[in-house]
Nanobody, 129 residues
Framework: QVQLAESGGGSVQAGGSLTLSCTASKYTASSPCIGWFRQLPGKEREGLAAIYTTANRTYFADSVKGRVTLSQDRTKRIVWLQINSLKPEDTSMYYC??????????????????????WGHGTQVTVSS
């Protein structure tokens, strides 16, 4: 069982930046793919970015490409998602998730929330205008 914990959410003004952290309790053969998602109440979960931690290969959704970056510290099992030029419409609950290598084999797969087995509890981001 892999446990994930997100942190770094908060309130920020439009135009600012936030860096969210996802810390995994362990890396296993079933969890080298880490994805970031966001979800508003009543809405579908939206894939933002993913990283295949073993090869440091990243994927980004078109909706956030150019505004987000991914980085990691494999020894500490942390993946960071930095979001720049925040907009009020970025307000949401942000989640990280983990799954096997196959999920990170393509961009489409890596950004599909139903492919992920392990999920964190989320961190709230609120952007004010």
């Amino acid at each position: 069982q892999v446990q994930l914990a997100e942190s770094g959410g908060g309130s920020v003004q439009a135009g600012g930046s936030l860096t969210l952290s996802c810390t995994a309790s362990k890396y296993t053969a079933s969890s080298p793919c880490i994805g970031w998602f966001r979800q508003l109440p009543g809405k579908e979960r939206e894939g933002l970015a993913a990283i295949y931690t073993t090869a440091n290969r990243t994927y980004f959704a078109d909706s956030v490409k150019g505004r987000v970056t991914l980085s990691q510290d494999r020894t500490k099992r942390i993946v960071w998602l930095q979001i720049n030029s925040l907009k009020p419409e970025d307000t949401s609950m942000y989640y990280c998730a983990a799954d096997g290598a196959a999920t990170c084999s393509t961009s489409d797969r890596s950004l599909t929330p139903t492919r992920y087995k392990y999920w964190g509890h989320g961190t709230q981001v609120t952007v004010s205008s």
